[in-house]
């Protein structure tokens, strides 16, 4: 069992620049988050889903979209890179009323 | 609108003695509660969880803990700590079951 496969691991981007970062689940899990962990300021909601086809914004959505076309991916798309947006980001799913699985994070430098 | 107070950032502690991590929470509806642990250069892992029922909950690896809805904490014990428990530990608290709130984290640094 993959459990939830985030790639990259690691990239660097240029400032402007724009990615992809990749998310899937293999838990047919209905609900699925993006989150950004930076140094003493725990993990921050950038954007949720509750199922296909269904987004909404969390705590820190700026500069982020999502799409959710499956239940079993939930891509996140940095739309023109800042260095603020330098940070390492975690997918998560999770099924009605349970704890969120982790991915096993992206590490994003931007210059 | 809901927050949470991890009120230690770092917690060193002896191997074999115990160990209490505090988190409290403010929340206007009934909540849910998480512990996390996170080991270098990893994701997040499930420790327990708080949905209803009995307060006292019992994790892996030998963690617990007390759900107190008239203090509203939610602190993490552990009883004898070992080296491979040092890592960082998020409290987290969700009205829902999906939309998650963190703490800022507290890192645990057990010493031999």
């Known amino acids: 069992n993959a459990g939830v496969t985030q790639t990259p691991k690691f990239q660097v981007l240029k400032t402007g620049q724009s990615m992809t970062l990749q998310c899937a689940q293999d838990?047919?899990?209905?609900?699925m988050s993006w989150y950004r962990q930076d140094p003493g300021m725990g993990l921050r909601l950038i954007h949720y889903s509750v199922g296909a086809g269904i987004t909404d914004q969390g705590e820190v959505p700026n500069g982020y979209n999502v799409s959710r076309s499956t239940t079993e991916d939930f891509p996140l798309r940095l739309l023109s890179a800042a260095p603020s947006q330098t940070s390492v980001y975690f997918c998560a799913s999770s099924y009605s009323g349970g704890g969120y699985t982790f991915g096993s994070g992206t590490r994003l430098t931007v210059v | 609108a809901q927050s949470v107070t991890q009120l230690d950032s770092q917690v060193p502690v002896f191997e074999e003695a115990p160990v209490e991590l505090r988190c409290n929470y403010s929340?206007?509806?009934?909540?849910?509660l998480f512990w996390y642990v996170q080991y270098p250069n990893q994701g997040l892992q499930l420790l327990l969880k708080y949905l209803s029922g009995s307060t006292l909950v019992k994790g892996i690896n030998g963690f617990e803990a007390e759900f107190n809805k008239s203090q509203t904490s939610f602190h993490l014990r552990k009883p004898s700590v070992h080296i491979s428990d040092t890592a960082e530990y998020f409290c987290a608290v969700s009205s829902g079951t999906y939309k998650y709130i963190f703490g800022t984290g507290t890192r645990l640094k057990v010493l031999a």
């Open positions: 838990m047919n899990h209905e609900y």
């Open positions: 929340s206007s509806v009934s909540v849910y």
